[in-house]
């Protein structure tokens, strides 16, 4: 899958802005910055995620499912909500 063009890019950030609720001393370039750099590292390592994956939920799930695992794995590690 590839990174987010500009467009999705942007979308993110500003509905990180809309829904973040603590004070943050970053400004929204460094915020889109380290956006940029989270979705290029996520698609330098999608093949180390999958790697790391058992069989055979690494040949038998889609992408979107590996996604989901992986989201709320993150999201339960560092109670995101």
Known sequence: MAVLSDIER???SAQWQREN???ISITKV???AALNAIDQWVD???ASFNSAL???A???LTAKQKAWLFFH???RR???T
């Open 10 to 12: 942007a979308g993110v």
């Open 21 to 23: 609720t603590i004070t």
């Open 30 to 32: 460094d915020l889109r």
């Open 44 to 46: 330098d390592n999608a």
């Open 54 to 56: 058992p069989l055979p």
């Open 58 to 60: 690494r040949t038998s």
């Open 73 to 75: 794995v993150i999201r």
């Open 78 to 80: 560092f109670e995101v």
